[in-house]
């Protein structure tokens, strides 16, 4: 079945420092893919998304690129802030539809000033 | 505010007495789902709906019910919850699925002890 890995966290960063979260996927077909955040207390909500194939997506600073020969998705941001801490989930689904959304098991990031 | 609304934020209950957690939604969204949130797995699909009337299993629906008599609530309820059931539970709504042209809206979640 299909299938989303993320890298184990928490992951701790100064102020200011580069994020890389890195998140590969196994699906058969051509899956969108897309990132939540969740910040302390609330639910998921969407972060950026990609649909197809070296699309990139981008939000609030964060980016990812869709790499089809990797089956990768990583999120990055240049320069993280304390407001960034939450929980970064990396997610696929397939267009048309209704169609099931697979979760990663989410990666903790935790930014000290 | 379009939002999706769930309570209670924190429930702690007894083995074997029953349990309902509503989930409302005003965005008039067709589908509805519940997952529950546990380390180390993320997130697990529970039951889904696609309409009123239309629900269906998701990865781990023992020991949950639920049901769509409105677009608008999709309660989980839980008949004789047991210890394993200790979690915590979102609520999601979205106008199709999760497709890429219809993210999902989630609540902010109900912490379930059960002792």
Redesign the interface.
């Known amino acids: 079945g299909d299938s989303v890995t993320q890298m184990e966290g928490p992951v701790t960063l100064s102020e200011e420092a580069f994020l890389t979260i890195n998140c590969t996927y196994t699906a058969t077909g051509y899956p969108s893919l897309f990132w939540y955040v969740q910040y302390p207390g609330e639910g998921l909500q969407l972060l950026l998304k990609a649909t197809k194939a070296d699309d990139k997506g981008s939000n609030k600073g964060f980016e990812a690129t869709y790499r089809k020969e990797t089956t990768s998705f990583h999120l990055e941001k240049g320069s993280v802030q304390v407001s960034d801490s939450a929980v970064y989930f990396c997610a696929l689904t397939f267009p048309g539809g209704y169609q099931k959304v697979t979760f990663g098991t989410g990666t903790k990031l935790q930014v000290i000033p | 505010e379009a939002q999706?609304t769930q309570n209670p934020r924190y429930l702690i209950t007894v083995t074997g007495k029953k349990l309902t957690v509503t989930c409302s939604q005003n965005m008039n969204h067709e589908?509805m789902s519940w997952y529950r949130?546990d380390p180390?797995?993320?997130?697990r699909?529970i039951y889904y709906s696609?309409n009123v009337e239309v629900t269906d299993k998701?990865d781990v629906p023992e020991g949950y019910k639920v049901s769509r008599k409105e677009k608008r609530n999709f309660p989980l309820i839980l008949e004789s919850p047991s210890p394993n059931q200790t979690s915590l539970y979102?609520c999601?709504s979205s106008p199709?699925?999760?497709?890429?042209?219809s993210?999902?809206?989630?609540?902010?979640?109900t912490r379930l002890t059960v002792t």
């Open positions: 999706v589908y949130q180390g797995l993320g997130l699909q696609m998701g979102f999601a199709l699925g999760g497709g890429d042209n993210p999902l809206h989630f609540g902010n979640g």
